[in-house]
């Protein structure tokens, strides 16, 4: 039996059809191997659970306090301390947003500054009851311009949208400079200024 026509040169319909079965078979073998190397992939990924310190640290689960709070000349430092107060651990990293209100609660001039004084920012997974802190830093001393007097201030951690509330240290409550605080990374325990 001849693969090519004499007369027109191309190829017979026997040769066409044999062809086609090479070719079926190839790609059957191909899908095949595939499916069972994605397949045993996919049932052993799934079979795995993500670890629970994954998930990140939410607002609800942290509780804010001021500590360790001292100044210098001009200058005022404090740390904010977050605390999980969940069952689970979880993760932090990044710097905080901040919001000083004043009197009723209204937004005063806030604008932080990563300070990169402690270190570049790393992921803290904080278990239950564990802590993580910020060190921040401002200005006290007017050089001509207006300061503002916070009585408040709201602490986003990274990775939320919702603020936790937390009263200004009284003592030091004027913050010049434009209202810009300096804010270190999120880190494992407390810094040391």
């Known amino acids: 039996m001849s693969l090519v026509d004499r007369h027109s ?10 062809r086609l079965s090479i070719v079926m078979a190839v790609l059957a073998g191909t899908v095949a191997v595939s499916c069972s190397t994605s397949g ?3 049932s052993s990924a799934a079979s795995t659970p993500p670890p629970s310190h994954r998930m990140v640290c939410q607002t609800s689960h942290l509780r ?19 605390t999980n107060t969940g069952t689970q651990a979880c993760t932090i990293v990044g710097y905080p ?6 009197p009723a609660n209204q937004p005063l001039a806030t604008s ?3 300070d990169h004084f402690h270190g570049p920012s ?8 564990r802590r993580a802190s910020t060190a921040l ?24 949208v919702q603020a936790l509330l937390l009263a200004w240290p009284a003592e030091h409550n004027v ?19």
């Not at 040169?9 to 044999?18: M, V």
């Not at 804010?64 to 977050?82: C, K, M, R």
């Not at 001393?141 to 939320?160: K, L, R, Y």
């Open 9 to 18: 040169g191309n190829a017979t319909p026997a040769a066409t059809r044999a």
């Open 137 to 160: 830093t401002w200005v006290e001393i007017s050089s001509g311009e207006v300061c503002v007097q916070p009585q408040q201030v709201q602490i986003t951690p990274p990775g939320n």
């Open 64 to 82: 804010a306090s001021f500590t360790d709070e001292q100044g210098t000349p001009g200058h005022y430092h404090a740390i904010v301390v977050l």
């Open 112 to 114: 932080v500054a990563q």
């Open 122 to 129: 790393r992921l803290v997974v904080l278990a239950p009851s």
């Open 97 to 102: 947003q901040l919001q000083m209100l004043g």
């Open 40 to 42: 045993s992939s996919k």
């Open 175 to 193: 913050v010049c400079d434009h209202g810009v605080i300096q804010a270190g990374p999120i880190t494992a325990g407390l810094p040391l200024f």
